[in-house]
């Protein structure tokens, strides 16, 4: 067996209250509940005896409801088996407050924390998620404020609070979240969460960059040409129109998750896994990026929205016949843009960033395409491919380095081949799901794979300057592809000086 290097150990958790706000909401059932099952699961028992989950929300809900709910959301969702003693276990820790909104319910909510932890001799371990929509978030952190649960702790207990994405719209909405949660809360309470970094392959980059001597020495501008980020999606707007037509791909793919992956991508060593060590070292990517110019977008950004087509034998509508969506609507459901990090590191390294909605596989990669070889030896009479390195961090987690090799035979053919690691292959162990991660991390404390103010206002600041073109130009310069198609051929030319092609998933 090879030698594992255990550097942090999975700790138990220390006691805590989670509160979820919205617990009666799609993210809530569909996501929270079921991690935090798996996370008490018998295979696991991470959370501590004494741990309890509020769930709140408006709506009335009896508790065993909720238990209901919960179960049968644990039962189709968790990452982890429903096995009758571990369900009883956590069902004794569910709880379910309901008029929050009502003047007294932040008392009430008080109230019950501190039987919580009168009776089980706890300290005040407080984790506040807010699973609700993003126009209410301010206020109820202020309720919070108000009602006394988010005091900076005096050196007993802890009260932390989870954000969900989107944090704003724009530069000026994201600032004025951010300016509004400092307003009642440290920075080192709040935990804005981007699901991708709680995914297992992108806890991986840092080993795989950092971990092994080969990459490192060759991760600059003197070897790789260019880097291409692709997060696809099979599925047309579907129900979410309603959301997503005021968003668009740009907002609601490029903005978080994929300068998430870039910055880790592109980041320098960190000078120690702290967490105030890797984010500085991911935020310093990003302020490495500056805004474009309106003429940079015209040259550099692409966008486009699905005209009808075919996806798995089934007609897919034009976006703008998609219920919920304007008939003019300018939203784009696809992006594919190029930009530069301007460090010494990636002088001149164009990496390209492409997502899309209605697109022919859901897939989520990054591959690092290295130089071309010098026109000697193997590569005299025809151009050789250039290796590559390719990240899957959704589906089938792994990654595999293309390199070209011969071919069994008494002549001398060469072709490429992968080196390919499949996770769940290799590994034979359950990957955690990103929500578990996540909570897992919120409750033992530590920040590293969740978004800082600064960062978040960063990549806006880049955003900012296609969507200040985008709005003043309307639907003109929007392209269109037919559904189930890679997107408009222009995405594809944009790559032609590389001589390649996108990574198809
Ligand atoms: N669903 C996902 O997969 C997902 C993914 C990423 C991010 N998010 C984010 O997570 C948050 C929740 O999303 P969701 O999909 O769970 O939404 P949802 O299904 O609409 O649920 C939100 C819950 O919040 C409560 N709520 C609604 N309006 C409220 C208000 N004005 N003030 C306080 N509570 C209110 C509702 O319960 P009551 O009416 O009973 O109070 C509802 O159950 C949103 O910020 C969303 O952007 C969700």
Same mark, same amino acid.
């Given at each position: 067996m090879d030698q594992i290097v255990r550097l942090a150990g999975a700790e138990k958790v220390p006691p805590c209250t989670v509160v979820i706000f919205g617990a009666s909401g799609d993210l809530?059932?569909?996501?929270?509940?079921?991690?935090?099952?798996?996370?008490? %699961?018998?295979? $696991? *028992?991470?959370?501590?005896?004494?741990?309890?989950?509020?769930?709140?929300? #408006?709506? =009335?809900?009896?508790? @065993?409801?909720?238990?209901?709910?919960?179960? %049968?959301?644990? $039962? *189709?969702?968790?990452?982890?088996?429903?096995?009758?003693?571990?369900?009883? #276990?956590? =069902?004794?820790?569910? @709880?379910?407050?309901?008029?929050?909104?009502?003047?007294e319910g932040f008392a009430r909510l008080k109230a019950r924390l501190e039987q919580i932890e009168l009776s089980g001799g706890l300290p005040p371990n407080r984790i506040f998620y807010l699973a609700i929509p993003p126009d209410a978030i301010l206020d109820w952190v202020q309720r919070l404020h108000d009602s006394g649960l988010i005091g900076l702790p005096e050196g007993r207990g802890f009260s932390r609070v989870v954000v969900e994405k989107p944090i704003g719209v724009?530069?000026?909405s994201a600032r004025a979240i951010n300016a509004g949660l400092h307003r009642y809360l440290d920075e080192s309470q709040i935990f804005r969460i981007d699901h991708y970094l709680?995914?297992?392959t992108v806890r991986n980059f840092m080993v795989l960059r950092f971990g092994n001597s080969i990459f490192e020495q060759i991760w600059n501008s003197h070897h790789i040409d260019h880097v291409q980020i692709t997060v696809s999606e099979e599925e047309g707007v579907g129900a979410r129109a309603g959301y997503y037509d005021h968003a668009g791909a740009l907002r609601d793919m490029v903005q978080?998750?994929?300068?998430?992956?870039?910055?880790?991508?592109?980041?320098?060593?960190?000078v120690s896994l702290a967490a105030e060590d890797v984010r500085q070292a991911k935020l310093n990517v990003l302020r490495a990026i500056k805004p474009l110019t309106p003429e940079e977008v015209h040259h550099q950004v692409i966008r486009a929205q699905y005209a009808a087509g075919h996806l798995d034998g089934k007609v897919v509508p034009d976006y703008s016949h998609e219920p919920g969506v304007a008939p003019d609507?300018?939203?784009?459901?696809?992006v594919a843009l190029k930009l530069f990090v301007n460090?010494?590191?990636?002088?001149?390294?164009?990496?390209?960033?492409?997502?899309?909605?209605?697109?022919?596989?859901?897939?989520?990669?990054?591959?690092?395409?290295?130089?071309?070889?010098?026109?000697i030896l193997f590569a005299e009479h025809h151009r050789l491919p250039a290796n590559v390195l390719t990240l899957r961090i959704?589906?089938?987690?792994?990654?595999?380095?293309?390199?070209?090799?011969?071919?069994?035979g008494l002549d001398l053919s060469i072709r490429p081949v992968n080196m390919d690691l499949h996770y769940e292959r290799e590994f034979q162990a359950r990957s955690p799901e990103a929500y578990?991660?996540?909570?897992?991390?919120?409750?033992?404390?530590?920040?590293?794979?969740?978004?800082?103010?600064?960062?978040?206002?960063?990549?806006?600041?880049?955003?900012?300057s296609i969507l200040d073109v985008w709005e003043r130009e309307g639907r003109q310069g929007l392209l269109s592809y037919a559904a189930g198609s890679w997107g408009p051929a222009a995405a594809h030319q944009m790559l032609r000086q590389h001589q390649c092609g996108w990574y198809e998933p």
């Amino acid at each position: 067996m090879d030698q594992i290097v255990r550097l942090a150990g999975a700790e138990k958790v220390p006691p805590c209250t989670v509160v979820i706000f919205g617990a009666s909401g799609d993210l809530a059932m569909r996501k929270l509940i079921p991690a935090l099952y798996s996370l008490d %699961s018998c295979g $696991e *028992r991470m959370l501590a005896d004494e741990t309890m989950i509020v769930g709140c929300a #408006r709506r =009335a809900i009896p508790v @065993d409801q909720f238990r209901q709910h919960a179960r %049968s959301a644990v $039962e *189709r969702l968790a990452n982890a088996p429903l096995q009758e003693g571990c369900w009883d #276990r956590f =069902a004794s820790r569910l @709880d379910y407050l309901s008029g929050i909104d009502h003047p007294e319910g932040f008392a009430r909510l008080k109230a019950r924390l501190e039987q919580i932890e009168l009776s089980g001799g706890l300290p005040p371990n407080r984790i506040f998620y807010l699973a609700i929509p993003p126009d209410a978030i301010l206020d109820w952190v202020q309720r919070l404020h108000d009602s006394g649960l988010i005091g900076l702790p005096e050196g007993r207990g802890f009260s932390r609070v989870v954000v969900e994405k989107p944090i704003g719209v724009d530069l000026r909405s994201a600032r004025a979240i951010n300016a509004g949660l400092h307003r009642y809360l440290d920075e080192s309470q709040i935990f804005r969460i981007d699901h991708y970094l709680g995914k297992e392959t992108v806890r991986n980059f840092m080993v795989l960059r950092f971990g092994n001597s080969i990459f490192e020495q060759i991760w600059n501008s003197h070897h790789i040409d260019h880097v291409q980020i692709t997060v696809s999606e099979e599925e047309g707007v579907g129900a979410r129109a309603g959301y997503y037509d005021h968003a668009g791909a740009l907002r609601d793919m490029v903005q978080n998750h994929m300068f998430q992956l870039l910055s880790l991508i592109a980041m320098e060593p960190p000078v120690s896994l702290a967490a105030e060590d890797v984010r500085q070292a991911k935020l310093n990517v990003l302020r490495a990026i500056k805004p474009l110019t309106p003429e940079e977008v015209h040259h550099q950004v692409i966008r486009a929205q699905y005209a009808a087509g075919h996806l798995d034998g089934k007609v897919v509508p034009d976006y703008s016949h998609e219920p919920g969506v304007a008939p003019d609507s300018a939203t784009e459901t696809y992006v594919a843009l190029k930009l530069f990090v301007n460090n010494w590191r990636w002088s001149g390294v164009p990496f390209y960033l492409r997502t899309g909605k209605a697109l022919p596989r859901r897939a989520s990669s990054v591959a690092i395409h290295f130089k071309h070889l010098p026109a000697i030896l193997f590569a005299e009479h025809h151009r050789l491919p250039a290796n590559v390195l390719t990240l899957r961090i959704q589906p089938d987690e792994g990654f595999s380095l293309s390199v070209t090799a011969k071919q069994p035979g008494l002549d001398l053919s060469i072709r490429p081949v992968n080196m390919d690691l499949h996770y769940e292959r290799e590994f034979q162990a359950r990957s955690p799901e990103a929500y578990e991660m996540l909570l897992y991390e919120v409750m033992i404390g530590d920040q590293t794979l969740f978004v800082d103010a600064e960062t978040v206002e960063r990549s806006w600041l880049f955003i900012q300057s296609i969507l200040d073109v985008w709005e003043r130009e309307g639907r003109q310069g929007l392209l269109s592809y037919a559904a189930g198609s890679w997107g408009p051929a222009a995405a594809h030319q944009m790559l032609r000086q590389h001589q390649c092609g996108w990574y198809e998933p």
